[in-house]
T-cell receptor, first 114, second 110 residues
Framework: KAGVTQTPRYLIKTRGQQVTLSCSPI?????VSWYQQTPGQGLQFLFE???????NKGNFPGRFSGRQFSNSRSEMNVSTLELGDSALYLC?????????????FGSGTQLSVL | SQQGEEDPQALSIQEGENATMNCSYK?????LQWYRQNSGRGLVHLIL?????REKHSGRLRVTLDTSKKSSSLLITASRAADTASYFC??????????FGPGTRLSVLP
């Protein structure tokens, strides 16, 4: 079974631009979560999608948005990029939604904002 | 939110030694999970311990949970160079999203 696939692996953007990151979960997994990881803040929860519906959202500005498609693939979008958005963005999938689920992570997208 | 806190922040040991990492959290949980992250990569699930369990083993890993002290420990026995990574505990945020601690960076020296 293929693991969680995130594309692209690396991305360089300039301030003010927007970016779209993609995540393909493990086949059969219906829940996809996104996390931002920075050296200073650690892993911060962005949002979670289950069956195309956003179920939970973290404390991030509205510039951060996401969606999930009927095949469970998910995208997250960041508009009007700021220098502070430079981070490793991690996607995780799980079979169901809930506290007893194990998360399976992709390798992440390393975003650099110049 | 009830972010877990691991300590120590960094740990260096020799191959063959045991490594112990601790995690503290703030409120009640359904379970606590430990993950490993190799540099710049995604996290890998190691072990899940439920709130009604006190100890769990998986290979060279031993996890304990003390809900009265709101703390957990991860013991890696007979460490290998390949165990060099960051280790995170994760707790469920009132059954919603998972909250990760800042992690412990473990270096196992050959």
């Amino acid at each position: 079974k293929a693991g969680v696939t995130q594309t692209p692996r690396y991305l360089i953007k300039t301030r003010g631009q927007q970016v779209t990151l993609s995540c393909s979960p493990i086949s059969g997994h219906r829940s996809v979560s996104w996390y931002q990881q920075t050296p200073g803040q650690g892993l911060q929860f962005l949002f979670e999608y289950f069956s195309e519906t956003q179920r939970n959202k973290g404390n991030f500005p509205g510039r951060f948005s996401g969606r999930q498609f009927s095949n469970s693939r998910s995208e997250m979008n960041v508009s009007t990029l700021e220098l502070g958005d430079s981070a490793l963005y991690l996607c995780a999938s799980s079979f169901q939604q809930g506290p007893n689920e194990k998360l399976f992570f992709g390798s992440g997208t390393q975003l650099s904002v110049l | 939110s009830q972010q877990g806190e691991e300590d120590p922040q960094a740990l260096s040991i020799q191959e063959g030694e045991n490594a112990t990492m601790n995690c503290s959290y703030k409120t009640s949980i359904n379970n606590l999970q430990w993950y490993r992250q190799n540099s710049g990569r995604g996290l890998v699930h190691l072990i899940l311990i439920r709130s009604n369990e006190r100890e769990k083993h998986s290979g060279r890993l031993r996890v304990t949970l003390d809900t009265s002290k709101k703390s957990s420990s991860l013991l890696i026995t007979a460490s290998r160079a390949a165990d060099t990574a960051s280790y995170f505990c994760a707790t469920d945020n009132y059954g919603q999203n998972f909250v990760f601690g800042p992690g412990t960076r473990l270096s196992v020296l050959p």
